[in-house]
């Protein structure tokens, strides 16, 4: 089989993928359910919940402000640039007012991950108790949106060989939604609450059916999926292992890989510039 030398466990993808996040998981480790620190302003916060168990937004004065995109390098700017609104990463950035500001979009709630959340070892399953057997390749994606807890499964896709959906359906995460992050995921509040629509456990015990400790699951950094839909398994190819960058601290974007390799624009959010993550 071809690709046989690219399978790997769950734990080598984890392994892999903590060359790049080592940084990012040890802040995450140091998370509490209360205490955290904003994973896109980086200010230290605590949160506040009220009477119903939702999180309180942020005063209008002290909003979570951050660059939404990702820093790339742009040829015609000759400079490293957000791909949000094209500002410097070096020089400062201007508001219309004249002021300098390091942002260029505002959120009435900051974004943090909890991992006692997705580590709970009752709530996640493997194939490896899975019983039958299914030797098929499957393409899996999960869209996130953003909770109280992290970045949780909204939406789940798999696809086999041939490109046909073999399974989908639309998660709806137990925690209030913070932010649905519509500009990359494509989900709205009308997605969640007017279309059908199932818990993450309803997901797993699908997937359990379609998924057997044989199959082979690809993705694009697909532990993070994986993580998101609290699932184990142990025959994965992942693309940033399959299409390492150049340069051996960095990882290729799964956009930069769908241009470069199909001719495919994706995830285009606000713009429609050539990712490539630094």
């Not at 390091?102 to 580590?119: I, K």
């Not at 995460?173 to 279309?195: C, W």
Request: glycine share 4%; proline share 3%; with cysteine.
């Amino acid at each position: 089989m071809k690709l046989q030398p690219y399978i790997r466990s769950n734990e080598q993808v984890d392994e892999h993928s903590n060359r790049f996040d080592s940084r990012k998981n040890a802040e995450r480790a140091e998370n509490t359910a209360e205490e955290r620190k904003c994973e896109r302003c980086c200010t230290k916060y605590r949160v506040q919940m009220d009477s119903n168990g939702v999180p309180k937004p942020l005063d209008a004065k002290n909003l979570c402000k951050f660059h939404s995109g990702k820093p790339f390098y742009s040829h015609g700017h000759g400079d490293t640039i957000y791909s949000c609104c094209e500002a410097s990463v070096y020089e400062p950035f201007y508001s219309l007012d004249g002021e300098e500001e390091d942002y260029c979009t505002t959120h009435n709630y900051h974004v943090s991950e909890f991992s006692g959340f997705f580590n709970k070892e009752s709530e996640i399953v493997s194939t490896a108790s899975s019983s039958g057997s299914n030797k098929a390749v499957y393409a899996l994606d999960c869209e996130m949106c953003v909770t109280v807890n992290g970045y949780e499964c909204c939406r789940v896709t798999v696809v086999d060989e041939r490109n046909i959906v073999v399974y989908e359906s639309s998660v709806k995460p137990e925690d209030f939604i913070i932010d649905y992050v519509t500009q990359f995921s494509g989900i709205t509040k009308e997605t969640l609450e007017d279309g059908p629509c199932k818990s993450l456990k309803e997901v797993q015990d699908d997937l359990l059916e379609l998924f057997k400790k044989d199959t082979i699951l690809m993705g694009h950094s697909i532990n993070n999926d994986l993580k998101s839909l609290k699932l184990r398994h142990d025959m994965l190819v992942d693309t940033v292992i399959v299409f390492p960058h150049r340069n051996f601290s960095k990882r290729n974007s799964l956009r930069w890989l769908a241009e470069k390799n199909l001719g495919r624009i994706i995830q285009k959010g606000t713009n429609d510039y050539k990712l490539r993550q630094l």
